[in-house]
């Protein structure tokens, strides 16, 4: 294999990244401190019920001293999901973790995804793998996959393989989905006594893995700062050519924080927040007409460009779009659905099965979105809302409004869309300082963790606001951030999503600015991230941490 990297990437491997104070002077093999027993975040009994060996376990905060980690440990490791920047480090940390409590630990990566679990394909990492990989992008150091695991006889199988190795245990590198079935598979193992534990790691570029105890899930930071330059050059550009509307879509299955936190780095004319859509339950006509009127307003200004940022997962906040969506799911999941092959058929039975506000909320759309709602869910039951094109939709929708109001004499400039999604753009992007050095430290802690006999936690540092050396390494029990959720048509119990809250104060910082930003030309240009130069530049978390923790 021939071995070439660019100059940035050759640089960037030099890079050592820093961990919290407690575990860098004491390696991995600390005193784990444990709180008071906790609960779930909702549905106690229920929960309790379901994960009865991990419901209730205390918060683990470690302190310098020496922990009970004596022995090698056998690991076996996955990526799971959707990339975020920062998952090698993840696995580099954790090799390290563990090669510090015994040189003979061995850690396995198991290739694509959970399926490389239950299929046994994995491979084992050395220095010089691992080294290759260091403060790199990407997931292509074992690949990911979004296969649920979920179902006893697929626990009994990953049980088998993981013996078959010595290895006792397993790291999910995952968001909310995958680190609920990291807890299921906890519970499995620990029920069946089978010497495995469990431990989870938070990864997402959506932000929406996060809690009082998790403070941000990696690959938020950098995805977002890839995302805001762009958007910022964009900015410019309009404010140069000053003839187009851009409407961005930006990544976020369900919740807006991608967009909130990209709005704040970079001052748009709109940025649609879909948590205050729902709450305020707008309409499609409703959201089409404050956009249309911001860009009347602009236009009588002879303004006529500017910058709408359009969050991913918009259409299922939407109030008479979730109803339809959620019945939609439902329907999708019938056999005799799937038994058609004809897009008439499948529409007349929709139509026939839907409640009258959803089959009317259907209709109404365009008949390229319909087909892109009817797609087949990812295997979470999740609508793959990065192939529903909700920027074309709301150019089309606005230039229908803004021609009636030209028709009637009251809008006489000229509206011209682009559309742009920046998803993936982002996914795979080199970590910044902050996601380099953030996923190190988990993939340490969890080593650290499983050296002190944890199971059934998600790695957690904490402190992020502060310089690496003060932030607090630990354990939060997977079982206190579950609840009960629909999903499939069943009642499930899954770890709770954290939308973008209203009265949080990055929301609210954007709030208060986002009337001036409408009018005037406010841009924000952030730039490319940047890896070397002063810290305030290169070690600057996002708009939002600093907002919510400081
Ligand atoms: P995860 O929740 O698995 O981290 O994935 C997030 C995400 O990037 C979403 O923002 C996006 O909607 C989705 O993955 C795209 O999925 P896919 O990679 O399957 O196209």
Redesign the pocket.
């Known amino acids: 294999m021939t071995n070439s990297v660019s100059p940035l990437q050759a640089a960037r491997a030099a890079y050592q990244p820093k961990l919290p104070k407690v575990l860098a002077e004491s390696g991995p093999n600390v005193v784990a401190a444990e709180g008071a027993p906790t609960t779930s975040v909702a549905d106690n009994e229920s929960i309790q019920r379901l994960f009865p060996k991990s419901y209730g376990l205390p918060v683990v905060t470690f302190q310098a001293g020496v922990g009970k980690a004596t022995q090698a440990l056998s690991v076996g490791v996955i990526l799971?999901?959707?990339?975020?920047p920062g998952g090698h480090n993840v696995i580099a940390g954790l090799y390290d973790g563990l090669k510090k409590i015994s040189p003979n630990s061995n850690l396995y990566g198991f290739l694509g995804g959970p399926s490389g679990l239950t299929e046994n394909q994995y491979v084992k990492f050395d220095d010089a793998f691992i080294n290759a990989y260091r403060n790199t992008g990407g997931f292509d150091i074992i690949g990911s996959g979004?296969t649920k695991l979920e179902k006893e006889e697929q626990f009994a199988t990953v049980v088998q393989n993981c013996k078959a190795l010595n290895i006792t245990g397993l790291v999910v590198i995952?968001?909310?989905?995958?680190n609920t079935n990291a807890c299921m598979l906890a519970e499995y193992c620990a029920k069946n006594n089978t010497g495995i534990k469990v431990i989870g790691c938070p990864?997402?570029?959506?932000g929406d893995l996060k809690n009082e105890w998790i403070e941000a899930s990696f690959?938020f930071d950098t995805a977002s700062k890839v995302y805001s330059e762009l958007i910022g050059n964009i900015e410019r550009d309009a404010n140069s050519a000053k003839k187009y509307w851009h409407f961005i879509k930006l990544?976020?299955?369900s919740a807006s924080h991608i967009a909130l936190e990209c709005a704040l780095q970079t001052h748009p004319n709109i940025a649609l927040i879909s948590e205050e859509v729902e709450a305020k339950k707008m309409t499609l006509r409703e959201i089409v007409e404050e956009i249309a009127t911001a860009v009347k307003k602009r236009a009588d200004a002879k303004k006529d460009f500017g910058i709408v940022l359009v969050p991913?997962g918009l259409i299922e906040f939407i109030p008479e779009m979730k109803t339809m969506i959620a019945e939609l799911n439902d329907l999708l999941a019938d056999p005799y659905f799937n038994g058609l092959n004809d897009d008439d058929d499948k529409h007349q039975f929709l139509n026939k099965k839907m409640g009258a506000g959803s089959a009317q909320a259907f209709n109404t759309l365009p008949g390229g979105i319909q087909r892109q709602l009817m797609m087949d869910r990812?295997p979470h039951g999740n609508v793959?809302?990065?192939r529903i094109e909700t920027e074309k939709l709301l150019i089309d929708l606005v230039g229908d409004l803004l021609n009636e109001w030209k028709a009637k004499g009251h809008y006489k400039g000229k509206f011209s869309g682009q559309n742009h999604f920046f998803?993936y753009e982002g996914?795979c992007a080199a970590p910044s300082n902050f996601d380099a050095d953030y996923c190190f430290s988990l993939g340490y802690t969890a080593a650290a963790l499983l050296g002190a006999g944890k199971t059934g936690y998600l790695s957690s540092i904490r402190n992020l606001t502060k310089t690496a050396d003060q932030w607090v390494a630990g354990g939060i029990p997977l079982t206190m951030m579950m609840n009960i959720e629909r999903r499939h048509g069943k009642e499930k119990a899954v770890i709770k999503k954290a939308l973008v809250e209203l009265d949080g104060k990055p929301f609210l910082a954007f709030a208060e600015k986002r009337a001036a930003w409408a009018t005037e030309d406010a841009f924000l240009y952030p730039g490319p991230i940047q890896y070397f130069g002063p810290a305030s530049v290169c070690d600057r978390p996002t708009e939002t941490i600093l907002l919510e923790r400081s």
């Open positions: 799971s999901g959707g990339q975020a979004r995952g968001g909310d989905d995958s990864k997402t570029i959506d690959g990544m976020g299955r991913e990812d793959q809302v990065s998803g996914r």
